[in-house]
């Protein structure tokens, strides 16, 4: 019986065939590695998300090639990976670079690597810049899980169905955003995500380096009204805390209810989401359906003292 596991050694003398994935700057050209740029000059074809920006890279970083350039991304992926599979499996050596950082992430590359992999043909990498991993280690946010959340959604549905489904995640989550909606996405993240930490990177290893933390709606508040940020930005937030799933809806329930008595429902909200970190949009929502519990219970005992006061008087029934 054939067994389902394939098994790739890649052997350490450079071979051909092989697929490599190469990191690039992902904006201080002193964090281009040699091998990276050994990749480069030994390839007999790169694949690059843009070919101006990486006739640039080799430029500025002194790398003389023979590969042919050709252009792989999102809108011609389908077309050209067949014909990438089809040089690899002739023999050549084909090198994978984005416009900046690795290669992968947040880009069409995974699928070649998926077709490499089906075909048994090597992959192996040339690690480096990640704006991700940067993010998340100068973010001081918990590292020990993280997930990659792609960029925000830039639709207002799209976007809050996105953070509702990462709203119950314990782990970091990153994020790429857009500058001109990062403080409506951090309001929104504010609403379904709670109290949580968060921390803006823009322009990471470039001069302008810049890094902004705080609490999701203080941050959305310090943005709103103002000049956008320019530049590339990276956001980390905090996952779900222990204390704030530990909160069951019995808990909420008897907060709330607490709250209610003698102070309106946006002001009873507002007393328990600062309480407990929790997203305002779900304590709203459940004060919402309390209310409205409350008001049916007492239209109903409203109703059962008129019939009763219909059917008798002093106890005496009325005909």
Known sequence: MTSPVTSQVISPVKSTGTLILVATPIGNLGDFSPRGGEALAEADIIACEDTRVTRKLLTLTATSTNARLVAYHDHNGAAMRPRLLEHLVAGKNVVLVSDAGTPLISDPGYK???????????VTSVPGPCAVLAALA????????????????????????????????????????TPSKLATCLADMAEIFGQRQAVITRELTKLHEEVLQGTLSDLATSLSGGAPLKGEIVLVVAGRSRDEAGIDDATLDAMLRAELEG????????????STGLARNHVYRRALQLNEESQREMANEEIGVAEIGVGEVDGTKVD
Request: aromatic share 10%; with cysteine; charged share 20%.
């Open 112 to 122: 070649l690597v998926a077709a490499c992999r089906e075909q048994g043909i090597p």
């Open 263 to 274: 102070q309106r429902l946006r002001e009873a909200v507002k007393s328990v989401v600062a």
């Open 138 to 177: 100068i973010s001081g946010l918990p590292t020990d899980r993280f997930m990659f959340a792609g960029f925000v959604p830039s639709t207002t549905t799209a976007r809050q169905e996105a953070f509702r489904e990462l709203a119950s995640l314990s782990a970091t989550s990153i994020w790429f955003a």
